[in-house]
């Protein structure tokens, strides 16, 4: 380091400063150990030109010869002060430099600042038609560039100038900000695709997941047997759910049919038609994510609003039957046991996911059949040749189940 300037030294004025140091303790030294060679030998100033042995050695001997181990602790205690002294007068002007430098940067910078505030206050009021002193600038204070503002392209330039830097430093402000509001908004995007159906299934459980209008879905008489169209469709119309039925779906095929509607699967135990005695089974989603293409996404979200008492209707073979809700649960996805019923009546057990917006349980809507008389129905068949899953249907996968299905291919 240069301690006239502060900054950095070459190889060669370093080895030259420590050149002249070591000269400078090797003189120190050498005169140390000749005070104290007459201190110990007193005669050997009475015989010149001898040389007594604790004469001091001379510099050039002393350049290439180690110190002497056997000086004292006071000689060694000289010999560290000298070169503290060096590095303290040393680093004392360097740092002394570099301050008085730092300082005059300052206040150079200073002032340009308070010169351009100056010229771009005068352009301003000589823009605004008001005169430099109006603005609080006395015609001794005018900027020295005066001659800039003689011309209309000067005083443009300056205004320019001002509000470039105005914006630049607008710009530097805002841009600090960039990356924490990129990464906001990416996480609040990410979040949004796997959370957003505890957002959506909610809303449209209570308002109308299907497809018709509330006023054309009426609960009807149960006494009266009606002659319907041939299409299977679920009427639920205290939810306003009027959907198509898929019939006999395979268990590997349900997640697929219920993107046409709700699906109808059979299990041993569990493996009634419409009017047959015994348990009929009809699942479907109650919550999907908002940007998915199934439109019965939803359809089953207001299944946990039915009370027992409300009516739900089947059309299946021309026929309209009708059920009154006796009992709700819910159960683990895997509770696949809770849908084999011992009845002696024609049942129908809706089955959907709960909390809304999750997969985490099942619940069960169970009604009992009321029309038309089932005094004398046939007992449902039983199956032996259907796959039996070991959880019930669940909802769409969310975002991050969509990934890892993916990356295991599932």
């Known amino acids: 380091m240069n301690s006239n300037t502060g900054g950095q030294t070459s190889d060669l004025q370093r080895k030259a400063a420590a050149a002249i140091a070591r000269k400078k303790v090797l003189a120190a030294y050498a005169e140390m150990a000749q005070k104290n060679a007459l201190n110990s030998a007193p005669n050997a ?4 030109g001898t040389e007594s042995a604790y004469a001091a050695p001379n510099a050039e001997h002393m350049k290439d010869e180690p110190i002497n181990p056997r000086i004292n ?5 000289k010999y560290h002060t ?12 360097y740092y002394s430099n570099a301050a008085r430098q730092y300082i005059a940067k300052e206040q150079l910078k200073a002032a340009r600042e308070q010169a351009e505030e100056d010229e771009i206050a005068y352009a301003l009021a000589r823009a605004g038609g008001k005169s430099a002193e109006k603005t609080g600038l006395s015609l001794a204070k005018k900027p020295t560039a005066q001659n800039n503002f003689d011309d209309d392209s000067g005083l443009l330039r300056t205004v320019i100038r001002k509000k470039a830097t105005d914006n630049a430093k607008k710009s530097r402000k805002f ?6 509001m990129l990464g906001l908004a990416v996480t609040l995007f990410i979040l949004f695709l796997q959370y957003n159906r505890l957002i959506f299934a909610p809303i449209y459980a209570y308002v109308s ?6 006023s054309q879905i ?4 149960p006494t009266v047997t009606q002659v319907v169209s041939d299409e299977p469709r679920l009427i639920i119309p205290k939810l306003n759910v009027d959907v198509p039925v898929r019939f006999d779906v395979n268990v590997s095929d349900i997640m697929e049919a219920m993107n046409s509607g709700v699906a109808h699967y059979r299990i041993a135990g569990a493996s009634a038609y419409p009017g ?15 940007y998915s293409s199934n439109p019965y996404k939803y359809i089953f979200s207001g299944l946990e609003r039915l009370e027992n008492g409300d009516l739900i209707y089947m059309n299946y073979n021309s026929v309209r039957y009708t059920y009154r809700v006796v009992k709700k649960q819910v159960v683990e996805p895997s509770d696949v046991a809770a849908l084999i019923v011992e009845t002696d009546k024609p049942i129908i057990t809706l089955v959907t996911c709960t909390p809304l917006g999750t997969s985490r349980y099942r619940l069960l809507v169970t009604g009992e059949q009321i029309s038309p008389s089932y005094d004398n129905a046939d007992t449902a068949s039983e199956v032996t ?19 890892w299905n993916f990356l295991t291919g599932q």
């Open 385 to 403: 040749d259907v796959v039996v899953s070991d959880e019930m249907p669940s909802n769409e996968p969310s975002f991050f189940e969509r990934i």
């Open 276 to 290: 047959e005695i015994g348990n009929f089974i009809v699942t479907g989603h109650s919550a999907g994510d908002i």
């Open 175 to 180: 841009r600090r900000f960039v990356p924490i």
């Open 45 to 48: 100033a009475d015989a010149p």
């Open 209 to 214: 997941p299907g497809n018709a209008p509330a």
């Open 73 to 77: 602790s006071e000689s060694w205690k």
């Open 82 to 93: 000298a070169w503290q002294d060096y590095y303290q007068k040393y680093y004392s002007e």
């Open 218 to 221: 009426e609960a009807l008489d």
